[in-house]
Each structure stands twice: as C-alpha cells, then as structure tokens.
Nanobody, 115 residues
Framework: QVQLVESGGGLVQPGGSLRLSCAAS????????MGWYRQVPGKPRALVAI???????NYAESVKGRFTISRDNAKNTVDLQMNSLKPEDTAVYYC?????????WGKGTLVTVSS
C-alpha cells in the first residue's frame, strides 16, 4: 500500500519562505513522477510543480521563479521550496506520486500566507 506523508506546512508572512516535504512508502520501485498540487476552497486541485524520474520538471506559471521542486529518487522523497510567498499561495498542498499508471495522493498540508 503506497502512502504519502507531507510535512512542513504552516503560517508564514507574505514574502517569507516555507519548505514542504513528502515521503512515499510502500513501493520498492521508484515513482515515475512526484510533485505537488494545491487546492483552495471552491476550486479544483491545481498543479504546482512536478518532476519525473528522468529530471523533467514542470511548474505552474504562477510559481515559476519562486518555487523549486527537488526529489530523491532513491529515497522516494520530494520537496518543495517556496520563496517570496504571496497571500494567493494560501492553500492545502498535496503531494502526488505516479506509479504504474496510478496517481497516489497525500492527505495534504495547509499553507497560510498572511500578515
């Protein structure tokens, strides 16, 4: 049973930084893609950043230049460094991992950007 556990959310002031981490367990194989989505109330989940096992990376336009995704294929972990945070980055952030045409989701961690 694949499980994803996020950590690192919290409250931060505008302009501040946070680092989210996600650890995947339950698979002896490396996940093809790992990444992050986010969701605000009343809206669907939206891609933030994703990175494949061969190093390809994709970011949402709204976070380019501010967020950086990194992953450790051997450890099945993925991090999201978030800098220059804005109030509009406030959301529940979900870790995802793709394996054998299945997308697994974490339970989410809340990030609140507010003064």
């Amino acid at each position: 049973q694949v499980q994803l556990v996020e950590s690192g959310g919290g409250l931060v002031q505008p302009g501040g930084s946070l680092r989210l981490s996600c650890a995947a367990s339950g698979s002896i194989f490396s996940f093809y893609a790992m990444g992050w989505y986010r969701q605000v109330p009343g809206k669907p989940r939206a891609l933030v950043a994703i990175k494949t096992s061969d190093g390809s990376t994709n970011y949402a336009e709204s976070v380019k230049g501010r967020f950086t995704i990194s992953r450790d294929n051997a450890k099945n972990t993925v991090d999201l460094q978030m800098n220059s945070l804005k109030p509009e980055d406030t959301a529940v952030y979900y870790c995802i991992a793709d394996l054998s045409n299945t997308r697994y989701w974490g339970k989410g961690t809340l990030v609140t950007v507010s003064s």
